[in-house]
């Protein structure tokens, strides 16, 4: 009588809303992507995309598909593709993404790592390696310090 049929989340499609006055404690992991207007304390992790409006406030490690941020993020960002931080956003953490735009205005305060994507092999290195000193430059027979 009754079959049930297995549904395929949209992760293009905004499932979970965290509205402005609400605070959240916990972890959150979706399928799809989720808005958050309100508080959160603990870890996001999901595989859509997640967009953190201008009240939002995430006091934690945030992991996604694209990272929109227009609020404050305390904690390290990891995404697979971009990470956009409007002119209201604060990121304070590191972050790894395949692209980062900061609008002007916004702010970041940590250390950001280019990902080149999931199973990418590393580009071979045909460079010589750079000298520990950076301004130590090594030209044919011995060192040279330059300034």
Not at 2 to 20: C, H, M, N, P
Not at 56 to 75: C, D, E, F, P, W
Not at 86 to 107: P, W
Request: hydrophobic share 30%.
């Amino acid at each position: 009588m009754f079959k049930s049929k297995k549904i395929g989340r949209d992760i293009q499609a905004t499932d979970t809303l965290i509205g402005e006055g609400t605070l959240f404690e916990g972890r959150i992991k979706s399928e799809a992507s989720i808005r958050i207007e309100g508080h959160i304390t603990g870890d996001v992790d999901c595989a859509g995309d997640v967009t953190i409006g201008e009240h939002g406030v995430v006091k934690s490690n945030v992991i996604a598909r694209n990272v929109i941020l227009a609020g404050t993020v305390n904690g390290n960002v990891l995404c697979k593709g971009k990470l956009t931080i409007r002119s209201t956003g604060k990121l304070y953490g590191n972050t790894t993404a395949q692209s980062l735009i900061i609008d002007e205005g916004g702010v970041f305060q940590g250390t950001s790592k280019m990902d080149n994507g999931a199973g990418a092999p590393p580009e071979k290195q045909d460079k010589e390696p750079m000298p520990s000193n950076p301004f130590q430059t090594n030209y044919g027979g011995g060192n040279m310090a330059t300034m």
